[in-house]
């Protein structure tokens, strides 16, 4: 129900329909306002789009909440393939699983990016968005205060007024690096020396899944990593994480012998399964990564920026889009109580970069935990401890993937914090043991009295 304090269809500019960009339209057209969403590329519902992005992501709390604030999630559902727990693959064909939660409700969800994007534009669309494909930003033309979009059919520029955008256009965002040459405002953006690049397993012969179809796969040896995520058809779309240089990197798998070698020393139950394999690898792009950081993310009513345009955070937390949707839900949250834009921007960054900043420093956090510590005995009895801490001192002591994961409630910031303690007293409690058994469980409730109370207070 549209929000009286809208009531004239005041009009906004998304730039950019990818997965926040369109969620944000739907929640504002949903609020009254008048929404139009530019895209630079074709509508991926009727044509072919270019890769480059990946094809699925793993939805978590904070997203869901999003979109069932957008009321998407039913026709989101059936694209979902639920993951309780990491399946790690050892060199020698040895799995092992470990749980991310308590129990059932703790899971997080593969869900297939170009299927999502299509649930969103419909629903966009049913809401009365108009989205312009095929139109990308130019430029910003700060002396006439407008901006410069082009029709990439017929080749012609538009100009709109620069009021009241905002980028959605993802970490390469053009009006960001607009904002930037202009002189408004400072970013960083500081790349990952490693690089990925996504391959496929197929469904076996039946079209089942070749390898345990609810779990999120990580084949983990330490200064490189593969996963694999399940797809609905019974294919897993397969993700190498590797240095683009160095004695092991994509500088010098520069062969189809040299690919199939690595793959056959590190990661032969994986080869076995990949056919393709050299093919695809040849085939496909090798993306980078890295962690963008804005000094500013508006100007006055004119420019907002948000998601990976505004805060683009690497991928091992599983959390870009979570964290993107989480963005929408807080911009439609306070245009539900303030119709000033200049504040509502304003405020928007405030109580967002606390947050994405945390985020951002827990995603690279869990990259050096995925590809390595995973394997450490000691990192797994301090799993296993604080899952049962938890059950101990429910509410209290939580583990930190499950605060971002599963307590969408929790500000990211929040979560940080209280991890960042609760390493240090599962350190103290583990330094001389080697089981459950050995932990000295009043030691435990004294720490969590001493240090994360006061904290919760």
Known sequence: MPSSIHANAEAVTICGAGLAGTLLAILLARRGFEVNLYERLGDLRRESIPAGRSINLALAARGIRALELAGVMPAITPLLITMPGRML??????????????DESEVIYSVSRPGLNRVLLDAAEAAGVTIHFDHSVQAIDFAAHRLLIRNGKSGRDIAIPLRRVVGADGAG??????LVKHGSIAHSEDLLAHGYKELTMPPAQDGSHQIETHALHIWPRGGFMLIALPNTDGSFTVTLFLPHEGPESFATLDSPERVRDFFARYFPDALARIPNLVEEFASRPTGIMGTVRCARWSMSDDILLIGDAAHAI????????NCAFEDCAQLDALFASDGDWTRVFARFEQLRRPNTDAIATMAIENYLEM???????KFQLQKALSLQLERQFPGRFIPRYSMVMFHARVPYSVAYERGRIQSEILAELTATATTLADVDHARAAALIHERLEPMLA
């Open 371 to 377: 590809r390595d510590t995973v394997r450490d005995p």
């Open 314 to 321: 690497t991928p091992f937390h599983g959390q870009g889009m």
């Open 89 to 102: 693959h050892d060199l020698n064909g040895t799995r092992t699983f470990l749980a991310y939660g308590q």
């Open 173 to 178: 965002s053009v009006l960001r690096h607009e």
